[in-house]
């Protein structure tokens, strides 16, 4: 039951992140697989069932752009962040550090 708990506790503190992982790498422009392989590599593992409606959403905030690559045999749709996302993400990495530095000093250990 406790292992439970924490796994709930531990998706919703990541469901923030993979927005801002997903804005920060999508500073160079990706499409969806290659972006959940570049977020598992980084430490935000998603599900794929997540992320595509997460970037359906960015896209129709205005924080993502996309256009389809239809250069190769199987159309593919690419993604890059706004100037809009940059600002969103810039934003967010230092809401990110102050809740880090806040966090540590609750445990009094360095960040």
Same mark, same amino acid.
């Given at each position: 039951m406790i292992q439970d708990e924490f796994e709930t506790h531990l998706q919703e503190l990541r469901r923030g992140t993979v927005v801002l992982a997903s804005l920060q790498l999508l500073r160079t422009p990706?499409?969806? %697989?290659? !972006? =959940?392989?570049? $977020?598992?590599?980084? +430490? #935000?593992?998603?599900?794929?069932?997540?992320? %595509?409606? !997460? =970037?359906?959403? $960015?896209?129709?905030? +205005? #924080?993502?752009?996309?256009?389809w690559n239809t250069d190769e045999a199987r159309p593919r749709k690419f993604y890059r962040t706004s100037a809009a996302g940059i600002r969103l993400a810039d934003t967010l990495t230092h809401e990110v550090a102050a809740i880090a530095a806040a966090t540590s000093d609750l445990t009094g250990t360095e960040h």
């Open positions: 990706g499409y969806g %697989y290659g !972006l =959940l392989e570049q $977020l598992a590599a980084a +430490g #935000f593992p998603t599900d794929a069932n997540t992320l %595509y409606p !997460l =970037l359906r959403r $960015l896209e129709k905030q +205005g #924080f993502l752009e996309s256009e």
